[in-house]
């Protein structure tokens, strides 16, 4: 099918096209230039209304076995809100916090949004996350295998053989299809192993191991860059949940800071740093940190954040930080899930309800737009919910809203604990996005920080991923109408996947798949046996599986998209 | 008055891997183990018929003299004979009471009912074998396979060897009793042709017949079961999630029967597990409770538990190894500590277990048959392990208190979290029972028992569960995949079963297959085809095709997609 989309106010920042009148061509999947259309191409009357690429999220749980754990054990999340099937059309299921996969891919995709990466995967269980981000319909995705506490990742940075570490993880991530190295409060599972490792600080040793958390930081950000991947090192710091965390938080974005080499690309992204942005010393005199990086953030090229926003109401918190959870499963007693992944990593589930009333809960929801409004740079800050973890990214049009909105900030700030909201700077700040830095920040930097080159823009051979929003740029005033901007991004007036109109007023029209990306790093031969085979003699001691069947094939993915990377390894 | 238990042997599961139908297979499950003295009383001998009697039926089976079987308890294997006298009320949670019925034993001349005369008492249905012999293969592939995946238990090893010649499986190395048995014996008992009834007889037909028959059953139905799954791939399960909602039916696997009430207790409390490598590596205390490895997961202490050889923790000799059950069992030999608690009563030893852990005081002398000193002392060993594991098997799962039972299994590890590391993990029993609720949780929601009578998936255990719409005779057809509800749910549930239009897909022929309107043979999974299954942890495995399938026989995933089509065009009017 062709579609020219007509006379929309169109939004595309990485070809800096700032709401000007254009029309967009699609064609085979792809952005065309409209003379390129044939006569049969239909036209879709965007008068009035803006068009974008589609939405891409860097950081949301949406699939493998933390996920579905977090569905086990809560039923609860389930039973109120479903999706009924329209035969033939879309396929049912349920849940709030924790939806199924289907549920997943339409909600995404009647936002608007076309990309989602799924941020943690437990290597040895990365099957099972394939498995899931397969049966989520409509999205392209990818996911992040979780390496920090990877006992050969450790061995290696111990002997300071940087090269093997790097050409272990450029294998790794070609053997379980996986994109980026991700990072959670490095070296943790190691010592949760032992039933340690609650509050672990930067510099603390990690047991076993004659390592710190600054090493791995460092030597995985080391690899990173040999290998040339297309994202910076993922990192969910030390000390989250810990009032005084946001020095952590500093001390991790400086650890890596010499490491930066004049690019203009972020080298060490820190994941929702609301968790990790507390200042005070207890949850009584808890405070925001978040001036404080904000600060470190606009001087420091290297770095950049997704916030992890709070929205208030329920959530099912869920983190390869399993110490962390533990503690939350004291602060809020109640169910706690655990699982720990033989030689790689580990995790923690605990159900959670953010109240407006709560002076902790305010600060946590101060934190986040605070830093967002203070960061300057909008392609270095992704409004990110840590979807489930602090809020659904069913939220994300409110959190958006808060961003562009003093009004509707103040809205909220009514309702919450005044002695709370009293501990940032947010009151203060009259800071407003406009739709150009919001297109920036949910698709145009997402799809930049990913080096994904055909996503979020809609030049020409970009891929047909287009969201078009009922929304009047010239005659909405987004400061004073925000709920109109709310109901207009909760149901996108169309979504197209890959050419194909997938959502239209607001409805799923179709079922289909999109593909999912893995990076395949080109590590010279012989350093590749050597590691190989390093890693086969070491593979039946630690782990329970055999080496061969750990692998994961292309023919198991149900559409897969490799990204070659050349690196800077030597053989 | 006797307190009847059931449950899995090691015979059982080897002979029924090689047939249900062979007098192997009836020589060990159509018995009942009663304690010497109790044979004494009775005035019954070793070896000769007995007829127990339940409130819910009568069979008759062979005494059979046991030591390890405590006086007043009896024990039939699980299977078709026990089942007829199992109490099928499932209490609100889809798991029958196998374990802990009253019953009387009493002597009788009676023959043993072999298992077409079971069926024939429950229905009107003929009934006939139709085990066929497989065509040899002329000519076939001559390989030797390495990091075989077995498809059987779920400990799913990867690690078999097992070399083919000419297309037939010669030899496998590194399997246990089981494995060998399936891997050598799968296509002893098999129907090789689609059938479907017609007069009141299966008739062989072609696969486009019977599926056009299957869609019309289905498509025609009000409210069909969908259901098996246990021994297939993921990729099967998920067109079964699929049919359930096209036709707005109930999508259920076996966990009803085994671990459901593990999954009510986590959907009460959460669950603190850990993969079997990071036990095997690390774990220096662990308890069985309720499980039999060394019976039903024959593998299962050396690769991963008792036995194995971790990096951290270097051998049996560095654990401490305690086991729980109502009855001493092989694996209780391989103990330091054998704790026996009174039938029916874990739920109390739990609790006074949980309250030791916290040093609360314990009154009563005794818990559930057991020394307060030995709740004190084990509670002491909990504490002071490095790494605890407790594996949870059906004896917990099957008893009175259910998902109650482990809902506090569950509660005391996480408690004990607060002393030291714990976790705990479900001894699942079929190779992909884990990898099947997985499926159905991502595309529902919920983990098993899924209803799609109003067009999205509901969850109510008790109600929607595959056992309770059988036995309330809810459900108007069923599709059975890879799984033998004939011989696993009790008497009501079959009686049912038998009465409405059903659909069996299953590789092999079974007492199920029997009983069905149609039926279509498939490959099997890890031996035939390949397929994802996941361990009883959680890892996920990619099964290997070892030899070629008969001519014209398909998978499961193959059949059910053709059959998801069929229904489609019947429903959809495409
Ligand atoms: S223990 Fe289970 S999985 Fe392992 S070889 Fe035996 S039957 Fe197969
Ligand atoms: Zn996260």
Request: hydrophobic share 40%; with cysteine; proline share 5%.
């Amino acid at each position: 099918m062709e579609y020219l989309i007509k006379n929309g106010y169109v939004y595309d920042p990485l070809n800096n096209v700032k709401g000007e009148k254009m029309d967009i061509a699609i064609k085979n999947g792809k952005i065309v230039s409209p003379s390129e259309l044939s006569g049969d191409a239909k036209t879709i009357d965007a008068s009035g209304m803006v068009v974008m690429p589609g939405g891409v999220d860097i950081h949301s749980h949406i699939a493998g076995p933390k996920v579905s754990a977090g569905r086990i054990m809560r039923p609860e999340d389930h039973y109120k809100v479903y999706m009924r099937a329209i035969p033939g059309v879309r396929r049912s299921g349920s849940g709030k916090t924790t939806p199924s996969t289907y549920v997943i891919g339409y909600k995404y995709a009647r936002m608007g949004w076309t990309t989602v990466f799924e941020p943690a995967t437990p290597p040895l269980e990365t099957r099972h996350t394939h498995e899931e981000l397969d049966d989520i319909p409509i999205l392209d995705k990818g996911c992040f295998p979780l390496l920090d506490s990877n006992w050969f990742v450790l061995e290696y940075l111990q002997n300071k053989d940087y090269d093997r570490c790097a050409a272990f993880i450029g294998w790794l991530m070609d053997a379980i299809k996986g994109y980026a190295i991700k990072i959670v409060d490095p070296g943790v599972a190691e010592a949760w192993s032992l039933g340690m490792g609650v509050g672990l600080s930067l510099d603390d040793q990690i047991p076993n191991y004659n390592l710190t958390p600054r090493e791995i930081v460092r030597g995985l950000c080391k690899a990173n860059q040999m290998l040339k991947l297309p994202h910076p090192i993922h990192v969910h710091c030390n000390r989250l949940g810990f009032p005084g965390n946001y020095v952590s938080t500093l001390d991790t974005m400086d650890a890596v800071s010499d490491l930066a080499l004049n690019q203009d690309t972020p080298i060490i992204h820190i994941t929702h740093v609301q968790f990790t942005g507390y200042a005070g010393d207890s949850w009584a005199t808890l405070a925001s940190g978040g001036e404080e990086i904000a600060k470190y953030v606009n001087n420091h090229k290297h770095v950049s954040l997704d916030l992890g926003q709070i929205v208030f109401g329920d959530v099912t918190t869920m983190t390869a930080d399993a110490p962390f959870e533990f503690v939350l499963h004291h602060l809020a007693p109640g169910k706690w899930s655990s699982t720990d992944v033989e030689a790689e990593t580990s995790s923690g589930i605990v159900p959670y309800r953010y109240k407006k009333k709560n002076f902790v809960n305010t600060v946590q929801w101060c934190i986040g737009l605070e830093v967002a409004l203070l960061v300057k740079d909008p392609w270095r800050i992704f409004p990110t919910t840590d979807h489930p973890n602090a809020g659904p990214f069913t939220s994300y049009p409110t959190v958006l809203a808060w961003l562009m909105s003093r009004k509707a900030r103040e809205k909220v700030f009514e309702q919450v604990n005044r002695r709370g909201l009293r501990k940032s700077a947010l009151q203060a700040i009259d800071r407003e996005y406009d739709l150009y830095e919001i297109t920036i920040i949910t698709r145009a930097a997402g799809a930049k920080i990913l080096g994904l080159k055909d996503k979020g823009h809609l030049g020409v051979g970009a891929d047909a991923d287009v969201a078009i929003y009922n929304l009047n740029p010239e005659k909405i005033d987004f400061s004073k109408d925000w709920e109109t901007f709310v109901k207009a991004f909760k149901r996108a007036a169309y979504t197209f996947k890959n050419g194909e109109m997938v959502v239209k007023d607001g409805e799923i029209l179709r079922h289909m798949y999109g593909e999912t990306y893995y990076v395949k790093p080109r590590v010279p031969e012989s350093l590749l046996k050597t590691v190989v085979e390093d890693v086969k003699t070491r593979f039946r001691e630690w782990y329970s599986i055999n080496f061969e069947n750990y692998v994961i094939g292309d023919d198991e993915l149900r559409a897969v998209k490799p990204i070659q990377v050349e690196t800077t390894l030597k053989g | 008055m006797f307190t009847l238990i059931t449950g899995r042997t090691l015979e059982q599961g080897r002979t029924m891997e090689i047939g249900k139908f062979t007098k192997d297979y009836m020589d060990r499950v159509a018995i009942c183990e009663i304690n010497p003295e109790d044979l004494k009383k009775i005035g019954v001998e070793s070896g000769s018929n007995v007829k127990v009697k339940t409130a819910y039926g009568e069979v008759v089976v062979k005494a059979v003299s046991s030591n390890t079987t405590s006086p007043g308890v009896v024990f039939i294997p699980m299977g078709p004979w026990a089942n007829m006298v199992v109490n099928p009320d499932t209490q609100g949670t889809g798991m029958p009471n196998l374990k802990g019925v009253p019953c009387q034993i009493e002597a009788t001349g009676e023959a043993i009912p072999g298992i077409y005369d079971l069926l024939k008492k429950i229905s009107d249905k003929t009934f006939e074998a139709k085990i066929s012999k497989p065509e040899v293969a002329v000519s076939g592939r001559s390989e030797t396979y390495s990091n075989v995946v077995c498809c059987f238990c779920g400990c799913v090893c990867d690690d078999l060897e097992v070399s083919v010649e000419n297309g037939k499986i010669k030899s496998v190395k590194n399997g246990c009793a089981i494995s060998m048995a399936k891997l050598l014996n799968y296509d002893r008992e098999r129907a090789y042709k689609p059938m479907v009834r017609k007069n009141g007889k299966l008739v062989e037909t072609s696969l486009e017949e019977a599926l056009n028959e299957a869609a019309k059953i289905l498509a025609e139905a009000k409210y069909p079961l969908i259901y098996g799954w246990s021994s297939t791939s993921n990729e099967a399960m998920r067109h079964g999630v699929y049919l359930a909602e096209l036709t707005g039916g109930v999508v259920d696997n076996t966990s009803v029967s085994c671990h459901g009430p593990t999954i009510l207790g986590t959907q009460q409390a959460g669950v603190v597990k850990a993969t079997l490598g990071q036990i095997r590596n690390r774990a220096d205390l662990i308890v069985y409770w309720g499980c039999n490895p060394v019976y039903a997961h024959p593998r299962h202490t050396v690769r991963y538990s008792a036995m194995a050889k971790g990096r951290f923790v270097k051998g049996r000799k560095e654990r401490k190894i305690v086991v729980v059950d109502v009855r001493p069992t092989p694996t209780s030999k391989i103990a330091d500590m054998f704790i026996q608690v009174k039938q029916g009563m874990d739920y109390e030893l739990i609790t006074a277990l949980r309250m030791a852990v916290k040093d609360h005081t314990i009154e009563a002398p005794t818990v559930a048959g057991v020394p307060r000193e030995k709740i004190l002392e084990l509670a002491d060993m909990f504490r002071s392990a490095r790494f605890g594991v407790i594996f949870l098997g059906m004896g917990l799962t099957m008893t009175s208190g259910k998902g109650r039972n482990l809902e506090e299994a569950i509660k005391l590890v996480q408690d004990l979290n607060e002393w030291t590391k714990f976790v705990l993990l479900a001894m699942r029993g079929h190779y992909n029972v884990t990898g099947t609720n997985e499926v159905i949780v991502w595309l529902t929601g919920y983990p098993y028992a899924v209803d799609f009578m109003l067009g999205y998936p509901r969850h109510n255990p008790g109600i929607t569960t595959a056992t309770d719409v059988l036995i309330r005779g809810d459900v108007d057809a069923a599709l059975i995949v890879a799984s033998d509800p004939a011989s696993h749910f009790p008497r009501k549930a079959v009686e049912h079963l038998a009465k409405i239009p059903t659909i069996v897909i299953d590789p092999r022929w079974s007492p199920t297959a029997s009983l069905a309107d149609v039926f279509i043979p498939t490959r099997y999974v890890g031996i035939e085809c390949e397929g994802v299954v996941y361990r009883m942890d959680g890892v996920p495995l990619r099964a290997k095709k070892l030899v070629d399938p008969p001519p014209e026989i398909l998978s499961d995933e193959e059949v059910l997609g053709k059959l998801v089509e069929k229904v489609e065009a019947l429903k959809l009017g495409r």
